[in-house]
């Protein structure tokens, strides 16, 4: 009977008199503790998470931030890192504002104690950030943002970079289109850009480095749209005009996606391959329907073309059992989950949460991640990795566009960064 | 002893300044004690609400002295914070290290540059009231902000410029905080000054009847383009405190949304009172600065509060506390010598 009460009494409260008790004697001696016994046992480490949840990085931020606690939840469950300390995630919101996220990050160091910080989406945010935790000596962990500038120009020794760097990326659509030239017989191509320092500067690395490595491909125009161009038909049908094997774009952002649909629309890109337009996974599942197949695009790390790694199952695993079978990591979100394991195993192998130990331990260090085993440069402390081009496709494998295995080509990152580490060390900034 | 003299001094200096006088009192202190609150951050808030305070007062010389509304004055603490940034940068030393020197003269350039460029900005405005002026400041402030953006050999585009490190005891935050309480502190007497001078009195002349101060022989349109680049000018003076603040510029810094900043800033304290923006920039920031802590939901907080004070206190939180007070102004315990400068004072109505 009075066992029947105690249930009734668990059922109504959640929790027997007993329990509490015990409970709250155990919690109050704990807290009684002095700070030095209890510190071996459960000294949380404090990651903080910068990323926008408003504003135009908003859409790439999401699955990240649905990811990141997933992560931290596996790495807690063996006790944290060194199995000792849990991971504690704190987001802010840098509203893509470079002084938003300065003070962000002043504020996560200063009044939550983080020992890192992970973000952010806008190289600018990214690099005013830099100037923030290079002065606290706080580890900094880039996982979106991938400007060459934050590992070079811009270099400290406590920022690493998961990603392929926008160098390395624009490398990687000469190498594939130089490839694809020579399989395809294409000749004669025109480019695309927007007219500003950015647009220009990429069109002139795509035309000077494509001229050394598939000469046979000649450029026969030149064009430029402005910032922000709404109405692409006059640049759509001049181009249809020269009747090109290929177009490059160097277009970005939002610009790009009106581009796209318009030239969808126009049946130019029926007409003319367009390689190395930036389509992340998030996009594959967003514009599921309505991307056009056989355009050829250009990612960072896509789920579908590392599967045979048990890292990333394990991630797809994880995170399919929260959000569903129709839901799939991105790009960045595959990108933060290495850059969590990979504090994982830079703590272990520092034998401490030390943010120098820590430091020095990833530098130059080789980490299992979901796109293999990858090495950082000692110089410049970025990732060995590779990005990724191929063929919009409609798989059986999965119920979203992919790139199609058939054509994808993995240009693997040290085929594409600064050749040496004299060159790189020296464009980087002197601090002190 | 009369009623004054019971009441004592708080009310003696709201007799003789209007709100201005105990407000700036109040923040003064406050200001002045900030470093001693534990931690860094409640100073690093506290110098963030002192610079854009003082954009937000430049703002208001232009919003609630003139009777103007700008969407583009951004630009002007934006060319200000370039203005030290690249002077900075180009004093430096190969490992990033300034001079105290250099570092001074980095910051006063700022001020004449942002005058310079509101003086050319300001000849065209000027021309134009009402939604025009507002129209083509916005104009304005967008072609200098799409010029930095896209300059990349000389602004570094929308990268921005980062490592603008301020030299030795500076790079320490309470002693940069007391750097900018002295500037901060200067350029509001300044703006007193400026704001109560007769150049001051025939802004609001210009703001309540435009016609009637041309039939009364003043040259509006010079009188409107040296107010312009007054508030230029201190806006510059904000700009430059905010690179080596930051550690950075960015081209965001002349965007409309910084633009807008300034706006609210003056809603909330209350456009009407030389301190309101001062008052506005403690309330957004201070909330901007701890709810992120909380809420992602920053953008819907500060508009529930716009639309609470649009729709409840239209002339914001400064206008509630001196609707209070006002009728002890010139109540008859009003000490007969305190009479003519109150009745001058009188804030901006």
């Given amino acids: 009977m009075s066992g029947a009460k105690d249930d009734l009494t668990k059922k109504l409260h959640g929790i027997s008199r007993r329990d509490f008790l015990v409970t709250s004697v155990a919690a109050g001696t704990i807290a009684l503790l002095p700070r030095w016994v209890r510190a071996g046992s459960a000294e949380p480490y404090r990651i903080g998470v910068c990323l926008p949840t408003t504003g135009p990085g908003a859409n790439y931020s999401a699955r990240p931030i649905k990811g990141l606690p997933l992560i931290a939840a596996q790495i807690n469950k063996r006790g944290g890192l060194l199995g000792k300390h849990p991971i504690e995630l704190y987001f802010r919101d840098t509203q893509t504002k470079p002084d938003v996220g300065a003070r962000e990050a002043r504020s996560l160091i200063l009044n939550e104690k983080v020992q890192c910080i992970i973000g952010t989406w806008s190289s600018a945010v990214a690099m005013a950030i830099q100037e923030i935790i290079h002065e606290h000596k706080v580890l900094h962990l880039a996982a979106t943002s991938n400007s060459s500038k934050i590992v070079n120009e811009n270099y400290t020794p406590y920022s ?9 990326q624009s490398g990687a659509t000469v190498v594939a289109v130089a490839e694809m030239i020579k399989k395809r017989g294409w000749n004669k191509f025109v480019t695309l850009g927007q007219d500003y320092e950015w647009g220009r500067d990429s069109q002139r690395v795509f035309v000077s480095e494509l001229a050394k490595a598939a000469p046979e491909a000649k450029l026969i125009k030149a064009l430029w749209c ?20 290929f177009m490059f774009g160097a277009i970005a952002g939002k610009d790009n996606e009106t581009f796209l649909q318009q030239a969808k629309a126009m049946g130019l890109l029926k007409k003319v391959a367009y390689p190395g337009v930036f389509l992340p996974v998030t996009e594959l599942i967003q514009q599921a329907k309505t991307l056009p197949r056989g355009i050829i695009g250009i990612n960072r790390c896509p789920f579908f073309a590392n599967m045979q790694y048990p890292m990333m199952q394990e991630y797809m695993k994880i995170y399919q059992a929260k959000f569903g079978k129709d839901d799939f990591p991105d790009d960045f979100a595959c ?3 290495d850059a969590l394991n990979g504090l994982d195993q830079a703590a272990a192998k520092a034998g401490s949460v030390n943010n120098e130990a820590m430091r020095k331990a990833l530098t130059g260090a080789t980490i299992d991640t979901c796109r293999g085993k990858l090495k950082f440069r000692e110089c410049n402390n970025q990732l060995d990795c590779p990005s990724y081009v191929g063929e919009v496709a409609n798989s059986k494998e999965w119920p979203i566009p992919v790139f199609d295995p058939k054509t994808l080509i993995v240009v693997p990152g040290d085929k594409v960064w600064m050749p040496s580490c004299d060159e790189v060390q020296k464009v980087q900034k002197k601090r002190s | 002893m009369n009623n004054a003299t019971k009441r004592g001094f708080w009310l003696r200096l709201y007799q003789t300044y209007g709100l201005t006088g105990p407000v700036s009192l109040v923040l003064g202190v406050a200001f002045l004690l900030v470093p001693l609150l534990p931690g860094e951050f409640p100073t690093i808030v506290a110098a963030e609400i002192l610079i854009l305070g003082l ?3 430049s703002f208001n010389l232009i919003y609630g002295y003139m009777g103007q509304i700008t969407f583009g004055h951004a630009a002007f603490f934006g060319v200000g914070a370039y203005s030290t940034a690249l002077l900075m940068r180009a004093l430096q030393s190969p490992v990033g290290q300034v001079g105290y020197l250099d570092f ?17 900005v300001g000849y065209f405005c000027v021309r134009l009231t009402g939604i025009y002026f507002a129209l083509l400041s916005l104009a304005f402030g967008e072609l200098l902000y799409y010029l930095v953006f896209s300059w990349y050999s000389f602004t570094k585009g929308d990268d921005g410029i980062q490592g603008i490190m301020p030299p030795g005891i500076f790079s320490e935050v309470v002693n940069y905080y007391y750097l900018v309480l002295i500037v901060v502190a200067g350029c509001t007497v300044l703006l007193w000054r400026i704001t109560n001078s007769p150049f001051g009195y025939t802004l609001r002349m210009i703001r309540d ?5 041309v039939f009364l022989g003043i040259n509006v349109r010079l009188v409107m383009l040296a107010n312009f680049v007054l508030a230029g000018a201190f806006a510059g003076v904000a700009g430059a405190l905010w690179g080596p603040f930051q550690r950075s510029v960015s081209p965001f810094l002349l965007g ?17 009172f030389l301190t309101g923006p001062l008052v506005g920039s403690a309330i957004y920031t201070f909330l901007n600065a701890y709810i992120t802590q909380f809420t992602v939901y920053w953008p819907l907080t500060i508009g529930l509060i716009i639309l609470f004070l649009v729709l409840y206190l239209p002339g914001g939180v400064l206008s509630l506390l001196d609707k209070r007070l006002s009728p002890l102004k010139h109540h008859d315990y009003l000490p007969e010598d305190a009479a003519p400068e109150a009745a001058r004072s009188g804030e901006s109505s």
């Fill in chain 1, 160 to 168: 690493f970079m998961f990603g392929p760097n926008s160098r390395m």
């Fill in chain 2, 256 to 272: 409309w949304v910084q633009s807008g900043m300034a706006v609210f800033m003056s809603l909330i304290g209350g456009a009407g």
């Fill in chain 2, 104 to 120: 001074f003269l980095s910051l006063l350039i700022a001020m004449p540059v942002s005058a310079l460029c509101a003086l050319v």
């Fill in chain 1, 335 to 337: 990108m933060y989950f």
């Fill in chain 2, 55 to 57: 954009f937000a007062m």
């Fill in chain 2, 209 to 213: 009847n435009q016609r009637r101060a």
């Fill in chain 1, 226 to 245: 402005r910032l922000g161009e709404t109405d692409f038909s006059s640049y759509i049908t001049a181009i249809m005009a020269m009747k090109p094997d």
